[in-house]
């Protein structure tokens, strides 16, 4: 048959994600994969020159996203389907492209881990993520902002005549327009992944990119890369240089065998073909390569111990097998982003198939001939050669403009081209998916005034860009307008200038929560807890009494109580003051305290207070934090202040070895 591309709609038992958290997300990234000042001077230097290149200290201007449960229900996803003889490949542009399915129609096996669920957890930059697939992450270290958002996505011409899925956005963490075209040649058994990320601007851009595929985990699963040596970061923050694959129990090429959750960034070789395998016991698998651009790979695994047991149960639902990552990026680690000149671009092709070899050489014990063995096999199957070819007949075909729509993304590219006049063939942000989040914005730019709500609401978010940031400072100074200034001289850290134009807000704001909690979280930030406390207290007093009478059934409303009510107990804990913290509590909806993550403040709580046998009873009661954190030891710390006993597996979620 030859290749199609065709909508379709995927079934699936899936939690709803619910609304932003209209809150700006002003506090430093609460990150894992973050290396010590000290440690990096022990690296090589390019690694520890990219590794302190375009840090983030917030996901601003983009919003997080918390407002996850865990109940699931059947729900219609929107797919697209693209396949031939050989292959089908089942996207999902409405939650970042993933690729959920690879299906491999002569064998009848599919080649990667498939999630029976979609079940979001924080795990992204900014929140919501969820398990399983190809995922294709962008921006800064961590998985992308877009792992939930819808991408735009269309048919275009592909280099053979046929149809090919391209899907773009606008990643707003860099201002920086991509693109990832899905091209399946007909009679091919490989799926080729051209990506093209653009630089528009005047500055030099700080660039990430790691594609991520998740693969089934059992005994016998192997991840094979041409590589004797590996950097091991075991959420310790330190990377560590370690030889692959290691020995017996300690073999590190084995997913199931390591003990705790762990990255290896595999040292490949320079002029060494960039590949990644996992092949089972059968010797059969799947297999990833690329032109030499996308020099790292990696292997991601949860390890057998409790935690990471705990959190692939977390992920999906009983009864579902393990997985791992195989990890492909641009830099040799992910902690590291890569220059893009201005005006530059960065491009390349991957190209993902099944993959079989004799399984007495992959599970032999000497890693040479495994290697070597993986190696020829993918010759065979792929040449290098022909993924060079394949890349240069994908690249005439980059800027070809998108044929029929198959999906819509977000306005804010619109807005950025409309701004910028920029010219971005292949990869059009068209007026008319400007909505109701961009509008104001098209209002300051095209007539210096940014104009307030039409009826009470939440503030919308804020672009933070310097071109931004200039508009709003010889806009008008209307209360709201010096909100997002702040918000803006925030990002761009000058804390001290935030203050000030919040400050100045305040001073004629009708609506003056959203000020206020700006001032806490800074009072916050400078150390000064009791300001922070004041401030904290006094915004959500302001919230309630602002907050129109069906505020609890209006979404955005019922978000920004529930976001403010959280971070105010919490900071009126830290400021030891139970007493006021409980007024905070007590002036949340019922259905708000009773959700995992409030069940937990509700412990702090009632520690605060003296209680350590009622809160010791909450624990007792069973309880599920939705948006527990990749890595949060809270539960660990809360337990901790009750008793000596060990946590109880189902709050156990260590992710660090030796605790």
Not at 579 to 595: D, E, F, K, N, Y
Request: charged fraction near 25%; hydrophobic fraction near 40%.
């Amino acid at each position: 048959m030859a290749t199609t591309v065709r909508r379709a709609v995927l079934t699936l038992p899936a939690a709803p994600l619910g609304p932003e958290n209209p809150l700006p997300a002003l506090r430093p990234l609460d990150e894992t994969h973050v290396v010590d000042a000290r440690d990096r001077a022990r690296l090589p230097r390019d690694m520890a020159r990219q590794i302190g290149f375009g840090a983030l200290t917030t996901v601003l201007p983009v919003r997080v996203l918390d407002g996850y449960g865990r109940t699931r229900v059947p729900t219609r996803l929107d797919a697209v389907v693209i396949e031939n003889d050989r292959l089908r490949a089942t996207v999902l542009p409405g939650l970042g492209g993933r690729v959920h399915s690879l299906h491999h129609k002569p064998t009848g096996r599919e080649l990667l881990y498939t999630n029976p669920v979609f079940q979001p957890a924080d795990f992204a930059l900014n929140g919501a993520w969820f398990s399983g697939g190809i995922e294709w992450n962008i921006g800064a270290t961590g998985h992308t902002t877009l792992s939930c958002a819808p991408l735009h996505a269309a048919r275009v011409p592909g280099p053979d005549g046929g149809d090919m899925l391209r899907l773009w956005e606008w990643e707003r963490l860099r201002d920086l327009p991509f693109q990832v075209d899905l091209w399946l040649p007909e009679d091919s058994d490989f799926l080729h992944v051209g990506v093209r990320i653009r630089n528009p601007h005047e500055h030099t851009a700080p660039v990430y990119w790691w594609s991520n595929i998740a693969v089934p985990e059992d005994e016998s699963s192997r991840v094979l890369a041409p590589a004797d040596e590996a950097w091991h970061f075991g959420y310790e923050r330190t990377l560590t240089r370690v030889p692959v694959p290691g020995t017996g129990s300690d073999d590190r090429t084995y997913p199931s065998r390591g003990d705790h959750p762990a990255d290896y960034f595999y040292e490949v070789p320079d002029g060494a073909r960039r590949w990644i395998a996992s092949l089972d016991a059968d010797g059969h698998g799947l297999v990833q390569t690329s032109t030499d651009l996308l020099r790292g790979r990696k292997l991601f695994l949860w390890g057998s111990g409790p935690g990471g047991r705990r959190w692939q149960e977390w992920l999906t639902e009983p009864g579902t097998g393990g997985y791992a990552e195989m990890q492909a990026g641009l830099a040799r680690t992910q902690l590291e982003h890569v220059p893009l000149e201005p005006g530059g671009e960065f491009s390349w092709l991957e190209s993902y198939g099944p993959l079989s070899a004799d399984p007495g050489a992959v599970h032999g014990d000497d890693w040479a001939v495994a290697r070597a063995e993986t190696g020829r096999r993918l010759a065979e199957a792929l040449p290098r050669a022909d993924v060079d070819a394949a890349y240069a007949a994908w690249r005439r075909c980059a800027d070809t403009e998108p044929g029929e729509s198959l999906a819509t993304g977000s306005g804010w590219g619109a807005l950025e081209v409309r701004r910028g006049a920029y010219h971005l063939p292949g990869t059009p942000f068209a007026e008319q998916t400007l909505g109701e989040q961009q509008l104001p914005w098209l209002e300051l730019l095209d007539q210096g005034t940014l104009p307030g709500p039409p009826r009470p609401a939440p503030p919308g978010p804020t672009p933070v860009s310097t071109h931004w940031r200039d508009m709003l400072e010889t806009a008008p100074a209307e209360p709201l307008t010096e909100y997002h200034l702040g918000v803006a001289q925030w990002h761009a850290g000058d804390r001290a200038q935030a203050v000030r134009s919040w400050e100045r807000g305040l001073v004629r704001a009708t609506s003056r929560w959203p000020l206020l909690r700006c001032l806490a979280v800074a009072a916050g930030e400078g150390a000064q807890r009791d300001r922070a406390a004041d401030l904290y207290a006094e915004a959500f007093d302001a919230l309630r009494e602002e907050r129109p009478g069906d505020g609890d059934h209006d979404e955005a409303w019922a978000a920004a109580t529930t976001a403010l009510g959280r971070e105010a107990i919490e900071a009126l804990l830290t400021a030891e003051r139970p007493q006021p913290a409980r007024t905070v509590w007590s002036g949340l909806p019922g259905s708000t305290r009773r959700r995992g993550r409030f069940r937990l403040l509700e412990a702090r709580l009632l520690i605060a207070e003296g209680d350590r046998a009622a809160a010791r009873a909450v624990f007792d009661e069973g309880f599920e934090v939705a948006d527990l954190r990749e890595g949060s030891e809270v539960l660990d710390e809360v337990w901790a202040e009750l008793t000596d006993e060990a946590i109880p597996d189902r709050y156990n979620y260590r992710m660090r070895p030796g605790t």
